[in-house]
């Protein structure tokens, strides 16, 4: 019913309508079966009639001005769909090795021996491969927001 307090309110419907017809049971189907029917005609019923009703006219705009976003979340709801897109398209731009150090390091949050370790490598050419990755992942990035008319970070 996409709302609890209507789920509610037809569950209590469909216990008054089996105790009401509970006399007119006749047992050709099993009482769950025939419950269930009973159920789910009541929500389409229902369902059909506030189909025919105006929505808005159910809600008042103190509800609607708590459900609804204002300007200002809309707007940085966009700005960060629109970040996260030139993020991933810089990333995509790196050489693997380079975006795979970025993601041990800055993603996945690994420690820089674990990184070491994983690679091969000693700890101070982890070290310096995390700098040139994140150095080139920034070029990238940066390119890409000027050419999409961005302030870069």
């Known amino acids: 019913m996409k709302n609890p307090q209507d789920a509610e309110d037809l569950t209590q419907e469909v216990f008054f ?19 269930y029917r009973i159920a789910v005609n009541t929500c389409k019923n229902e369902i059909r009639k506030q189909s025919h009703r105006p929505q ?10 708590d459900v609804l976003p204002d300007e200002q979340t809309m707007e940085m709801t966009l700005m960060q769909r ?3 897109e030139l993020l ?6 790196l ?12 993603l996945e949050q690994r420690q820089y021996h674990e990184i070491a370790e994983i690679l091969d490598i000693g700890l101070s050419a ?7 990755a994140r150095l080139a992942f920034q070029v990238a990035y940066n390119a890409l927001a000027q050419g ?6």
């Open 126 to 132: 982890a070290k310096m491969r995390v700098q040139r």
């Open 82 to 84: 629109r970040q996260n």
């Open 95 to 106: 050489r693997p090795e380079e975006a795979e150090i970025i993601r041990m390091k800055d």
């Open 17 to 35: 309508k089996v105790y009401r017809y509970l006399e007119q049971f006749e047992g050709r189907a099993s009482f769950k079966t025939w419950l």
């Open 148 to 153: 999409a008319g961005n302030v870069t970070a």
């Open 88 to 93: 991933a398209q810089a990333m995509a731009q």
């Open 56 to 65: 808005l006219a159910e809600q008042d705009t103190d509800t609607l001005a």
